[in-house]
C-alpha cells in the first residue's frame, strides 16, 4: 500500500473514532457541567376501561291491590211479636219482654232517691220448676236477680210472692189490682233498696187509632181502694197529638180520702207514655213512665215518683182501663 493509502486509512479510523466518541458522549446524561438533557422518552398510556353501563334497575312488580270486604250488613232488628196473654198466669213457664222501671234507694225505711227507666229488649222470665223469677236487667241486686220460691213445683194465679236474699219477692198483681189482665208487677226488695217493674202484654202501635182519643177511668195507688170509696177520674190520650192529660186522684193508704194530681204528658210512637204531674195545692210533684197495654190498648199502667213538699220521696203506680 502506498502512502496516500495508508494516510486515508489512518484518517478513516480517526474519523470513526471521533464519531464514536460523539455517540458515546451524546447517550451520557447531564451532570450539570455541560452535555444536552436527555430526551424523555413518551411512552403511550393505556387509557382507562370504559366502565360498562349501569342496567336499568328491573322495577318491582306491582303488587295486586288487597280486595276491600264487602261491608257486613246490619242485621235488620226483628220485629216484635204482641201476644195478649193474661200476664198474672204463672201456672206455665212465662217470659216477658220489656219492661218499665223504678229503682228506690232506701234509708232507715224511707226513700232517698228514686230513678225511672225503660227497655224494649229486657227480658223477665218465670220458671215453675222451683218458682224462679228472674229480673230483666238485674244482676246488681243481691242474688243477682234470680230468685227461686223453694223445691218443687209453682203454679199459681195472679200473685206469688216469697222471700229470698235477704229480700221479698213478688211476681204478679197486688190486692186490689186483680180486675187488670195485661200488666204485672216484678219486685225485689230489702231494707237498702227496691226495684219494682211493670212487665206483661203491651200494645201493638199500629192497633192505636191516629184520630180521636183513648179515655181512661185511672186512679194513682188504686190498690188502697179496697172499698172503692174513691170515685176513678178521666185520663185521656189524644191519638193525634199523642198529648195525654187529666186530673186524678191518688188514693191514700187506708183508702178515707185522696189527693187530685194534675197530669200533663204525651205519648210516643211506641205507645209508651212520659210526663209530669203536680198537686193541686202545688207541694208535691213528680214524673211518670209507663204504657198502654193489652189488646186494643184496653188498659194503662204508669210508674209514678214523688217529689215531696218536705224533700222526700214517694212512689206509686197509676192504673186506668179504657172506657
Known amino acids: 500500500m502506498g502512502a496516500p493509502d495508508l ?162 219477692v213478688l211476681l204478679g198483681l197486688p190486692d186490689g189490682l186483680s180486675k187488670y189482665e195485661s200488666f204485672a208487677e216484678a219486685q225485689f226488695n230489702d231494707d237498702k233498696v227496691a226495684r219494682l217493674l211493670i212487665i206483661g202484654s203491651p200494645t201493638n202501635p199500629i192497633e192505636i187509632p191516629t184520630t180521636g182519643t183513648l179515655t181512661y177511668s185511672a186512679l194513682i195507688a188504686e190498690q188502697n181502694n179496697a172499698k172503692d170509696q174513691v170515685a176513678a177520674q178521666a185520663l185521656t190520650v189524644d191519638c193525634a197529638t199523642g198529648a195525654v192529660s187529666g186530673t186524678i186522684p191518688l188514693v191514700v193508704k187506708d183508702g178515707s180520702g185522696s189527693v187530685p194530681f194534675t197530669i200533663t204528658g204525651t205519648k210516643d210512637g211506641s205507645a209508651r207514655i212520659s210526663g209530669t204531674l203536680k198537686s193541686q195545692d202545688g207541694k208535691i210533684t213528680g214524673t211518670f213512665i209507663g204504657r198502654l197495654y193489652g189488646q186494643g190498648a184496653k188498659e194503662i199502667a204508669l210508674l209514678v215518683s214523688f217529689k215531696l213538699a218536705d224533700g222526700g220521696f214517694d212512689a206509686a203506680l197509676l192504673t186506668g182501663r179504657l172506657q
Open 7 to 168: 494516510m486515508e486509512c489512518v484518517m478513516k479510523r480517526r474519523l470513526m473514532t471521533a464519531m464514536v466518541l460523539v455517540l458515546a458522549t451524546s447517550g451520557c446524561g447531564s451532570d450539570g457541567k455541560g452535555g444536552s438533557a436527555p430526551v424523555p422518552v413518551t411512552t403511550g398510556s393505556t387509557p382507562a376501561p370504559t366502565p360498562a353501563p349501569t342496567p336499568a334497575p328491573t322495577p318491582a312488580p306491582t303488587p295486586a291491590p288487597t280486595p276491600t270486604p264487602a261491608p257486613t250488613p246490619t242485621p235488620a232488628p226483628t220485629a216484635r211479636v204482641y201476644t195478649y196473654e193474661k200476664a198474672a198466669d204463672f201456672t206455665k213457664d212465662r217470659s216477658f219482654t220489656g219492661y218499665d222501671r223504678m229503682d228506690i234507694n232506701l234509708s232507715a225505711g224511707k226513700f232517698v232517691a228514686i230513678a225511672l227507666s225503660s227497655s224494649e229488649t229486657g227480658v223477665t222470665t218465670y220458671t215453675t220448676q222451683g218458682g224462679t223469677v228472674t229480673l230483666a236487667d238485674s244482676t246488681d241486686l243481691p242474688g243477682k236477680g234470680t230468685y227461686s220460691a223453694g223445691n218443687g213445683t209453682f203454679s199459681v194465679r195472679r200473685k206469688l210472692e216469697f222471700n229470698a236474699s235477704g229480700g221479698y
